[in-house]
């Protein structure tokens, strides 16, 4: 099962922001988590793609820049 759409290009995570678990699964095989500064924090997971400092919100969820299709 993947955690991820593509929509306009985009890779966003289909969990949306409440899918904890998965978020913190994603972020622990992902060559390119890191952490974001102190201030942009959402989650108490230090390791999760919700704290990541390449997710860019969206209304529903987020997308991944790293993931980005070219």
Do not use: H
């Not at 899918?19 to 997971?45: G, H, I, M, N, R």
């Not at 919100?57 to 991944?64: A, I, L, N, Q, R």
């Amino acid at each position: 099962m993947t955690n991820w759409t593509i929509k306009d290009g985009k890779s966003i995570f289909t969990g949306g922001k409440d899918s904890y678990k998965a978020a913190v699964q994603t972020a622990e095989s992902c060559p390119s988590f890191s952490e974001d500064c102190e201030d942009e924090l959402f989650c108490s997971d230090a390791v999760s793609c919700y704290n990541c400092r390449y997710r860019r919100w969206t209304t529903e969820s987020f997308e991944c820049i790293k993931r980005r299709q070219k």
